[in-house]
């Protein structure tokens, strides 16, 4: 008997150890933040900058973990967010303001202003999360940029003068109206794409793993070059993403359908387009012909069809 309480005992320990994993993970995220600001004190940008991408990393985890360890609380969503605060708003304003927005009373509001947005965005996040009124299809979009795509994109400039050293996008009115329209993309309610949805087909695994080939060796040779040619292509994405929402959001039909579905009926819609618009398309009268139309007269052709055959006078 004891022998079972014991056993029972010890995996309730496991279990317990288990749940508090993301949690774990959460922390580190914040410790990676906030030894950002430390590296950036110490005018070591580079490591700076990578403490920030570590950050992003263990915050697209420590969800992920807990909802495989079924370890989800609302502790840990509350942590979760406190965390994002420091490691993408405080962090990031900090590391600006000692570095490219020179310590100067502007630059700080500039710093404000950005941590004020992310702040914000989290807040909205989180009531989201409570609104059961959203439709099935809302849980694919993000409502703005979220937290650490925002510090990674605010970034850029710190990113642009440790590849090339100072220049034009190290200045500080380029810096400062940079952060302003970050911030304004993180507040904002453009509809960006939640990555985790989406599914990778079959056919398209080899490429990825390719491409997930070329980035680890950029990783290695040109880490900034490869954080850019990231944000670039994080920017591109909006106005699909934007496009998308709204083709979902007119169509209640395909609101319950999952995203492999709803893309199999956009392709056939595509196929069908032409068909149907061939049919439906008449051509469209000239000028010439209006006004001719208007006036009651008609083309010379039309005028020689009416004339009868010589034969036939």
């Known amino acids: 008997m004891s022998a079972a309480r014991g056993q029972a005992d010890e995996s309730t320990g496991r279990q317990g150890a288990v749940r508090l994993l993301p949690s774990a993970v959460t922390v580190l995220a914040m410790c990676a933040g906030l030894s950002a600001v430390k590296f950036a004190l110490d005018g070591r940008l580079g490591l700076s900058l990578a403490m920030i991408g570590a950050a992003a990393v263990f915050d697209a985890l420590d969800g992920r973990i807990a909802r495989m360890l079924d370890a989800t609380s609302r502790m840990g969503a509350e942590l979760d967010s ?37 702040v914000l965005r989290l807040a909205r996040f989180n009531t989201l999360l409570d609104d059961d009124s959203r ?4 849980g694919e979009y993000f409502v703005g940029v979220p937290a650490p795509a925002g510090a ?7 990113a642009a003068e440790e590849q090339w050293g100072n220049g034009w996008w190290s200045s500080y009115y380029v810096v400062a109206t940079w952060v302003v329209l970050s911030a304004l993309l993180i507040v904002s309610r453009i509809p960006t794409m939640a990555f985790k949805t989406v599914s990778v087909p079959p056919r398209m695994a080899t490429l990825l793993l390719i491409l997930v080939g070329l980035a680890g060796a950029a990783l290695i040779t040109f880490p900034f070059v490869l954080l850019m040619v990231l944000i670039v292509l994080y ?6 993403a934007v496009r998308s929402q709204r083709w979902v959001a007119a169509r209640p039909e395909t609101w319950e359908a999952k995203p492999a579905e709803r893309r199999a009926v956009r392709r056939a819609m595509r196929k069908d387009r032409p068909a149907r618009t061939g049919i439906a398309r008449r051509r469209r009268p000239t000028r010439a012909t209006a006004s001719s139309a208007r006036l009651r007269l008609r083309s010379p052709s039309a005028r020689a069809a009416d004339v009868p055959p010589r034969d036939e006078i």
């Open 152 to 158: 990674l994109v605010t970034l850029l400039p710190l």
């Open 235 to 240: 920017l591109l994405h909006i106005p699909f």
């Open 82 to 118: 406190l965390a994002d605060a420091i490691s993408f708003g405080v962090a990031p304003a900090l590391v600006l303001y000692v570095t490219l927005l020179e310590g100067s009373s502007g630059g700080w509001v500039i710093a404000l202003i950005y941590a004020v947005s992310i």
């Open 135 to 138: 439709p099935a299809f809302a």
